[in-house]
């Protein structure tokens, strides 16, 4: 009868890669129906101007965001295991249709470690840490040459109210963020900061923040591609100032409190508008961003994990404690 137990884990297993396969569609089609501002009517009108040629052109761009930061997860991974470019594809995009469905993306951490040894659980947690932190580290860098620049330019003027709530947001943000630096919490981040940058010499570092910036620049001249598709009227160098502002406020706000404003586009509307740009176009381009770079995506992680065999012993008796 030892035959019995492993039957159940592999159904066990199975249900699970159905169940996550499920919910992808489900959240995708969720985020497609619930958009009150931007009804499938409207999001097909605006992209029917986009040519199959520069569809494809499209897809190339995703292909090219998702391979740097697949080369980067191999260039992460390097200490404990020589994983080829196949192997880190398929972990990061399994790991990435768990991290979809979780606030923050924070299912990652716990996805990306069952593709290796138990040992190395730990390390993998730090290195999946030193990879967003580099990545967070390149959008604060851009952002803040892009408000810069928005600052600086005759067109962006905020009106008493608006400064004043900004003001006040960004007044309430600093005070948290004073207090929040004492608390026990904050200092166990810090520490896991300080730990896993001395995992990498600085030529590793500065090689993870190159791949950062790479990615981030493919993904945001998509975002001004798809304005040159839909015909936007807005110089390049206004644009590249609010794409760059608005993934800066994004990488900020979802944790506080737009985390729905940020994913329908609220943001990026809001800055383009000061440049007299429609906000259906933009809510459209920022809906097919979406589904290019993380639904997409999502759906092959969740197929890939049918694929997956799990590194460590499944025991059904510790799941019911």
């Known amino acids: 009868m ?12 199975l249900l699970l890669k159905v169940a996550l396969l499920s919910a992808v569609c489900f959240f995708i089609y969720h985020k497609l129906t619930a958009n009150q501002e931007l009804s499938w009517i409207n999001f097909r009108d605006q992209l029917q101007s986009i040519s199959w040629k520069a569809f494809i052109a499209l897809l190339v761009f995703t292909i090219l965001n998702w391979s740097l930061e697949i080369f980067k997860w191999k260039k992460l991974t390097q200490k404990i295991s020589a994983i080829s470019f196949q192997q880190s594809a398929f972990q990061l995009l399994s790991a990435h ?5 979780t606030p923050n993306r924070i299912g990652e951490y716990g996805a990306k470690p069952m593709f290796f040894h138990k040992k190395y659980w730990k390390k993998i947690v730090l290195y999946n840490f030193f990879g967003n932190m580099s990545q967070l580290l390149a959008t604060v860098i851009f952002g803040i040459i892009g408000i810069v620049f928005l600052l600086n330019n005759s067109a962006f003027q905020l009106n008493f109210i608006s400064f ?11 005070i948290v963020l004073f207090f929040l630096r004492k608390s026990v919490w904050f200092q166990q981040q810090f520490s896991k900061l300080k730990k896993a940058f001395h995992q990498f010499s600085a030529i590793q570092q500065i090689e993870i923040l190159g791949l950062s910036i790479g990615r981030y620049l493919i993904f945001s001249h998509q975002f001004y591609f798809l304005l040159v598709l839909l015909n936007v009227d807005i110089s390049y160098f206004d644009a590249m100032s609010c794409i760059f502002s608005m993934y800066f406020l994004a990488s900020i706000l979802p944790s506080v409190f737009l985390l729905d404003a940020v994913i329908k586009g609220g943001v990026a509307v809001w800055l383009f508008s000061f440049f007299q740009v429609e906000a259906l176009p933009v809510l459209a381009i920022s809906l097919t961003m979406w589904l290019l770079n993380f639904a997409l995506p999502g759906v092959i992680g969740s197929l890939l994990w049918f694929k997956f065999q799990p590194r460590f012993d499944l025991k059904f008796s510790t799941l019911w404690k």
């Open 2 to 13: 030892r035959w019995l137990p492993y039957k159940s884990k592999q159904l066990f297993l």
């Open 164 to 174: 004043q709530q900004l003001l006040v947001s960004t007044g309430t943000i600093l």
């Open 97 to 101: 249709a768990v991290a979809i469905l």
